[in-house]
């Protein structure tokens, strides 16, 4: 770029003048901004755009790229390259389209002033250099950085906000003095490369280069570079699940707002909503909801408030508030649907699909499922093993609707994408494993359940988590065919297991506990156990009422199994109210068409003939 740069530098007709504000990496800003034109053809320049994308994106870069990818030996790395090719292509021409724009602006029709031509020309040069540093790393990358690779490429930040006038008009100054510019480019260059190798999964690597890039930004002081180290940092900590992430992301939307940047804020504050979530501090993260969705607005950025969307759906999908979930992940469907982000839809439906299901609109999440493992199909290519976390999915919903060859079908599916791509030693096998003893399971074949549970659980176990979610939910599935099979002292002793973990991680409170008291309830009643079962089914009830104001579906299960012993025991009063109390939750939850209300009524009536 500088060869090119130096090359227009020496065309008459041009003056430099002192530039203003913070530096940029490739001088493209300088190419543009830091000129004032007198040309007689001064549409000239604004045509260099694909000159200056070539020293980032180039055919060496291409070969490059696709030797590391074939010699990978990844099943699916062919089509990955392919995908990967033509997103970066597709990138390319957006931001060379973008440059002639802003360029003639100001150079051409007179209609904007050289201030706003610097900012939209600084930003071009941001994309250009994280662009650049996704390509430097694709050249190297082995089969784990492939697996990310095509959606690293589709996620490099979208091109439309450097055309964004009214995000950059109102961003405070930069306090970056000329002696300062090395390092601030320096550091932006840090940022750039550790969000290239996070996005391939390269955490380890990453994290490194964050914190000397905030080292610098610190000594610097600029509140704008400071944000987006700080943003980067945030990310690469969650990705270590590190605590410290969430004082990071506060710093870095106290300093968005400092240096006045709303879209990034914007962006902060659904990853702060997002994690806090995802780190099941749900009363915390649903009080942050006004705050957050404040922040997003203020933007007035569609990508932002999309993302927003698909996050506050996913924590009301969290607690089973149903009713708030869908609207927002259908208008996020739709919104990815308008501006043509294949993958970003895909997504979006495997969220839609999942919703319907927990609500029990089962054929409509089925073509939603289909519809979003089409997309991924497209995206990732068919033998990419992401595609299994939509097969997982689908295998749900086809397993709930009684479609159990079709649920194995798709489970075996996702094995052997991941057995492809990671050998026979993956956590996600562990995972498709606890499903396929789980369908067994369904059909009443529980001795074919117990090997592929029995193997879950030995996955899991190499990951030295006792603690892990899914160890926990295989120790269930084995307490549960156990009882089925008649050997409740086996099934206990997988119950109290999983009923220590649960509590030593989590704490006595937690819902996560409650499941395990209703299945060893049920246990306790399968055996004639009625005092005990009960005993553990208020217990759970009690958690869950405190953790849900009474409004989960989980209550209503629990609700269902206390009326079901109430019967038993010829309790006809508290039966009725246990039962007529579930009607009621499901009702609200899951709407009155689930077919989980037959269960409901089924107690209720019942309990009436008592």
Not at 168 to 190: C, F, H, K, N, V
Not at 266 to 281: G, K, M, N, P
């Amino acid at each position: 770029v500088d060869a090119l740069l130096r090359e227009l530098y020496r065309q008459p007709g041009w003056r430099r003048r002192i530039a203003v504000g913070l530096g940029v990496s490739l001088a493209l800003a300088a190419a543009i901004s830091g000129w004032v034109l007198w040309a007689k053809n001064p549409a000239a320049l604004c045509t260099r755009g694909p000159a200056l994308f070539a020293k980032a994106w180039h055919a060496d870069a291409r070969t490059r790229i696709e030797k590391a990818f074939s010699t990978s030996k990844a099943a699916y790395a062919n089509d990955s390259f392919a995908l990967v090719a033509a997103r970066l292509d597709a990138y390319r021409d957006q931001w060379v389209s973008e440059y002639q724009v802003a360029c003639e602006a100001t150079h051409v029709r007179g209609d904007q002033s050289d201030a706003l031509l610097d900012a939209r020309m600084s930003c071009l040069d941001d994309r250009l250099s994280e662009a650049g540093e996704l390509v430097r790393a694709l050249g190297t990358a082995d089969a784990a950085a492939i697996q990310h690779a095509t959606q690293a490429a589709a996620e490099l930040t979208p091109i439309d906000e450097c055309a964004n006038t009214r995000d950059l008009r109102q961003r405070a100054p930069s306090r970056i003095t000329p002696g300062q510019r090395p390092r601030a480019q320096e550091a932006q260059d840090l940022a750039a490369r550790t969000r290239a190798l996070r996005k391939l999964g390269q955490y380890k690597e990453a994290l490194p280069l964050a914190l000397r890039a905030q080292t610098i930004t610190d000594e610097l002081g600029d509140p704008g570079l400071l944000t987006e180290v700080l943003l980067v940092l945030g990310e690469v900590q969650i990705d270590f699940d590190d605590p410290a992430a969430f004082k990071t992301l506060e710093r870095a939307l106290d300093q968005a707002a400092v240096a006045r940047q709303d879209g990034t804020a914007a962006t902060i504050a659904s990853l702060l909503l997002h994690h806090t979530a995802e780190q099941d501090h749900v009363k915390e993260a649903i009080a942050m909801v006004p705050a957050v969705r404040s922040t997003v607005l203020r933007a007035d950025n569609a990508d932002a408030r999309a993302m927003y969307d698909m996050v506050e759906g996913g924590l009301w999908l969290q607690v089973a508030n149903y009713a708030r979930a869908m609207p927002l992940f259908q208008k996020t469907l739709e919104y990815f649907e308008k501006s043509g982000n294949e993958f970003a839809e895909a997504r979006a439906r495997l969220r839609v699909g999942d919703c319907l299901h927990q609500t029990g609109a089962y054929a409509e999440a089925l073509a939603q499922l289909e519809r979003s493992l089409v997309g991924y199909e497209h995206h990732l290519g068919a033998r990419h093993p992401d595609v299994a976390e939509v097969l997982g999915v689908l295998s749900n919903v086809q397993r709930r609707v009684g479609d159990f060859a079709a649920a194995e079908s798709s489970v075996r599916r996702a094995i052997d994408l991941t057995r492809a791509a990671y050998g026979n030693e993956h956590p996600w096998l562990a995972e498709f494993f606890l499903k396929l003893g789980g369908i067994k399971a369904d059909q009443g074949q529980h001795r074919e359940a117990l090997p592929w549970l029995t193997e879950a659980l030995a996955q899991f176990d190499k990951l030295k988590e006792p603690d892990h979610d899914g160890r926990v939910a295989t120790v269930l599935a084995l307490a549960q065919v156990y009882t089925s099979l008649g050997k409740p002292a086996q099934a206990r002793t997988y119950l109290a297991e999983a009923l220590a973990q649960r509590t030593e991680r989590l704490g006595p409170e937690h819902p996560a506990v409650a499941q395990v008291l209703n299945t060893w309830g049920n246990l306790e009643r399968s055996v004639g156990n009625l005092d005990g079962a009960r005993d553990r089914l208020v217990r759970a009830l009690a958690i869950l009422d405190k953790a849900f104001d009474g409004a989960h579906n989980d209550v209503a299960m629990v609700l269902s199994n206390l009326g079901e012993i109430s019967l038993a025991q010829h309790k006809g009063t508290d039966a009725l109210a246990y039962c007529q109390r579930a009607l009621d939750v499901d009702t609200k939850a899951l709407g009155a068409a689930h077919a989980d209300l037959a269960y409901d009524l089924t107690c209720s009536g019942e309990a009436e003939l008592l």
